[in-house]
């Protein structure tokens, strides 16, 4: 290959060179400033987190094109994951000084990892190859392993550190073995060549391709912790530090659903490809389709059984992952842009405040330590019932709106969908009940003993009303988004016809 | 010359090797040594393919497998030291103050 086809256009990445070169830096100021300048790491994070933003902003009107031979896509639906994943991280930072401040942990590398994970993360959303994929996988992952284990003398997270890391290797062991098989049946690691060798029929090795497509599907199951791979998300939500579980949740589900679409979506969407193309297509369609029904059901109800705030709300994002993979099944990227900002938004507010009422060492988790807390702290309580609504589905926050939106489109789409419609509605009916026990728990009950009020950086504060406004401005102006996620979609796959 | 269907076997028994290891392992080191047991079957399909495809492209995924194999090498001992550090075992049965 000639060096002019690789195409290699840095403007295209700026926004990974960013998060990358912030990351070093950051452990660089760690290394050599004296104890003052260590304060800057935040405030450094947060302007190069927006500079990453607006490098992606001002990649949107080069939009639909290719760099660096197919390994770099950049469409919307790159851009649009990309900017929820820095939205993302944002919020996280932001609530980061608190809990760092609060732990009197050293918050150099914290800063630094997490512009590495953020990396990750950005190279998901943007790869156009297999390679790329597991490359953004594993370097978001890694960071996140450490992160997770951050709390180094804490035999809990020590625990939860531990069991991530092994779990999370072992999917990535899966997915890779799936993409080793991908490319040997087809010849390529490329996504958008896999989805051509696909509609010409001219797979080399047709049960291979089978084999690898469903050992992908665990691999991404696995990292998108919907049933039936979901079994360390609990406990690694528990015993991680609150904040970490907080990013676990949100930023790297967005990024690997990005992955996933691009895979499964655009690569294997090949729904009338001759032979094994089409035969792939509806495999993949109706394990996602079990999956999504099982990971509803099986989230909604065990966390009904849940007394720990953060298990609750790892079985509710289980639940609402099942959610997502609806959205999934349209095989558009619109609905599951959209339900993942607003679960991101609502899910960051919610560890948010479990954070802020923790205590040191996430002594106070458990859902009865918030009884009766809901007038001494009213800034926290009513954010906190804001946000248990919204994972509801009540309106009129961005919860209801998200749902709304992938039920509608699943329904429109195709009439195999609507069963698992209606088994969502069913599970979003069941999920009221363990969303508003901890309001009735803060309002309705006498208050617990030794209750200290959380004392709020100004940092966290802003973080926390980011995430109230965005929860209550996308449930009322949800076109906002959407706008941006549907017109966009015919133009991204012109391009792939094109190509 | 050898046939690629000899590769492949060899790297599937490979990799069923190491996910059976990972599930009936006790030792969170054997586990770990599991898992690039199953890292390294993966490089050994790319190597056969790219080289039956004749392409470059598997040897260069191998590469950055590798890559990334040492990179999760380095931080999953550093985790194994600090639990070893504050538990002074390595058995994952011990691994149980978060139960489901």
């Not at chain 1, 339900?339 to 002594?363: E, H, P």
């Not at chain 1, 429109?412 to 698992?420: D, E, H, K, Q, V």
């Not at chain 1, 508003?436 to 309705?444: Q, S």
Request: contains cysteine.
């Amino acid at each position: 290959m000639q060096f002019s086809n690789l195409n290699l256009d840095y403007f295209s990445i700026l926004p990974e060179i960013i998060t990358a070169v912030a990351g070093v830096l950051l452990m660089l100021i760690d290394a050599f400033a004296k104890k003052g300048g260590r304060k800057i790491g935040p405030i450094f994070s947060i302007v190069s987190l927006v500079a990453t933003g607006v490098a992606i902003v001002a990649l949107w009107p080069r939009a639909n094109s290719t760099s660096f031979a197919g390994m770099i896509v950049n469409d919307h639906l790159r851009l649009y994951f990309a900017l929820v994943v820095v939205v993302c991280s944002i919020i996280a930072t932001l609530m980061a000084s608190q809990f760092l401040d609060d732990e009197a942990l050293p918050p150099g590398e914290f800063y630094a990892l997490m512009m590495f994970a953020t990396t990750g993360m950005l190279m998901m959303a943007s790869a156009g190859d297999l390679v790329m994929v597991f490359l953004g996988l594993e370097t978001s992952s890694i960071a996140t392993y450490v992160m997770a284990g951050y709390r180094r003398t804490d035999l809990r997270a020590n625990e939860s550190s531990l069991k991530y890391f092994l779990l999370g290797s072992f999917s990535a062991a899966f997915l890779l073995y799936g993409m080793a098989l991908t490319y040997g049946a087809t010849g390529t690691t490329n996504i958008e060549a896999i989805r051509q060798v696909l509609m010409a029929g001219k797979v080399i090795y047709p049960q291979m391709l089978l084999v690898g497509g469903a050992m992908m599907l665990v691999g991404f199951g696995f990292k998108i912790a919907t049933a039936p791979f979901h079994l360390w998300t609990p406990d690694v939500y528990e015993g991680a530090p609150t904040l970490v579980t907080a990013i676990l949740a949100t930023g790297p589900k967005v990024a690997v659903f990005a992955s996933f679409l691009r895979v499964f979506a655009e690569g294997f969407g090949a729904p009338n490809a001759p032979d094994v193309g089409g035969q792939l297509h509806d495999n993949w369609i109706q394990a996602l389709a079990i999956m999504a029904a099982i990971g509803m059901t099986f989230g909604n109800i065990v966390a009904l059984a849940q007394r720990n705030m953060k298990r609750m709300l790892a079985y509710s994002s289980i639940a609402h992952g099942g959610y997502t993979l609806i959205g999934f099944l349209t095989t558009e990227y619109a609905p599951v842009g959209f339900y993942m900002l607003t679960y991101a938004l609502m899910s960051l507010g919610a560890f948010a405040i479990v954070q802020m009422l923790a205590r040191q060492g996430d002594a106070k988790t458990e859902i009865s330590d918030y009884a009766g807390i809901g007038f001494e702290v009213p800034n926290l309580s009513f954010a906190l019932a804001l946000f248990m609504l919204g994972m509801a589905g009540i309106p009129p926050t961005a919860g209801f709106m998200g749902k709304f939106y992938v039920f509608k489109s699943a329904w429109a789409s195709s009439p195999n969908l609507r069963w698992l419609v209606i088994i969502a509605i069913v599970n979003s009916i069941i999920s009221v009940y363990y969303y508003l026990y901890p309001i009735v728990v803060m309002f309705f009950r006498p208050q617990a003993e030794g209750f200290i009020k959380p004392r709020l950086t100004a940092m966290a504060q802003v973080a926390l009303d980011i995430t109230i406004i965005g929860t209550l401005y996308f449930g009322l102006f949800p076109n906002s988004a959407l706008r941006i996620l549907q017109q966009k979609a015919p133009a991204a796959q012109q391009i792939a016809i094109q190509k | 010359m050898v046939p690629l269907s000899w590769y492949l076997a060899l790297s599937a028994a490979l990799f069923t090797i190491g996910v059976a290891g990972v599930l009936v392992q006790r030792n969170v080191i054997s586990i770990f040594m599991c898992i690039e047991l199953m890292l390294n079957s993966v490089n050994l399909t790319l190597i056969a393919f790219s080289r039956f495809l004749n392409q470059s492209t598997g040897q260069l995924f191998v590469f950055i497998v590798m890559a990334v194999a040492a990179a999760e090498a380095a931080v999953g001992l550093a985790i194994i030291i600090s639990v070893f550090r504050n538990r002074e075992t390595l058995s994952v049965d011990e691994e149980s103050l978060l139960k489901l």
